[in-house]
């Protein structure tokens, strides 16, 4: 009697075990299926500066609606869309003001982030009004805190991403190469030109690295702006823009459109 009273009871516990992980299951598969909504976090390449048409509620974010996330929401029509990028962003600012809109109803999240950690604006002011040797040696220093700093800092905001947003698919979306090379070209000297590509190569290869080891997808748009950089003809990144000098080199609507909304769509 005492032994088919505890096969009862055993059998009892496992049905009751096998339902709640059945309901926990479930309820897992219907949190997944529900993550649908979209989050655009970033700096300027993401919220768009450069390709005006800029929404008046962002104020100095600048998102624009000719920016790659603004224009992924209107052909795709997430559940929900938070257009968070904002110019001039670094990775703790992201932190900071970025992630309020991240849940486990997100479904992708895009991110470009880490050319202003890195110093990029110095960078170019530098290059443009100094000399070769002193481009350079500022070049120099910036490739030095993406090797020594910037990968730490870009594992927190990863981490923290996925934490926010576990259902999530999140694609990191790279920066370009600026200048076509080996044309003649008013502006910057050839090897001035070179050295800032090789910047922007160097960049993207740690931000992939770091996508790659949070199981991130990174987005290369190195080859959709191929043919399209500075002194190429057909240009769709700005360069010294006097009358708006905080839109120069970043990409122009076109870039947007073509440079980086077929790398999201393709990543998605």
């Not at 993550?35 to 005006?52: E, F, I, M, N, Q």
Request: glycine share 12%; charged share 15%.
């Amino acid at each position: 009697m005492r032994r088919s009273r505890l096969v009862v009871f055993v059998s009892s516990l496992l049905l009751a075990a096998g339902a709640a992980l059945t309901g926990a299951t479930a309820a897992q598969a219907s949190e997944a299926a529900a993550a649908t909504g979209y989050v655009a976090l970033g700096d300027s390449y993401s919220s768009g500066v450069g390709a005006g048409s800029y929404i008046g509620s962002s104020g100095d974010c600048k998102r624009s609606t000719k920016a790659y996330p603004y224009l992924w929401n209107a052909a795709h029509a997430p559940s929900s869309f938070t257009f968070a990028a904002c110019s001039g962003a670094v990775t703790g600012d992201v932190l900071a003001d970025q992630l309020g809109g991240l849940s486990s109803s997100t479904g992708l999240v895009s991110i470009s982030i880490g050319g202003n950690d890195a110093g990029f604006a110095d960078v170019m002011t530098t290059c443009v009004f100094s000399s070769d040797s002193t481009c350079l040696s500022r070049i120099n220093t910036a490739k030095a805190y993406v090797s020594s700093t910037l990968p730490g800092k870009l594992d927190t905001v990863y981490s923290t991403i996925r934490s926010k947003a576990p259902n999530a698919r999140v694609v990191v979306l790279g920066y370009p190469r600026f200048y076509k090379l080996g044309t003649s070209c008013i502006g910057l000297s050839e090897t001035k030109r070179a050295a800032i590509n090789d910047a922007a190569d160097f960049l993207d290869s740690a931000i992939a690295q770091r996508a790659a080891g949070h199981g991130f997808a990174f987005g290369d748009v190195r080859t959709t702006f191929g043919g399209h950089e500075i002194c190429s003809g057909s240009s769709w990144l700005h360069s010294v823009n006097w009358l708006n000098i905080g839109e120069s080199y970043h990409p122009t609507a076109s870039g947007q459109s073509g440079g980086y909304l077929p790398v999201l769509t393709n990543a998605a």
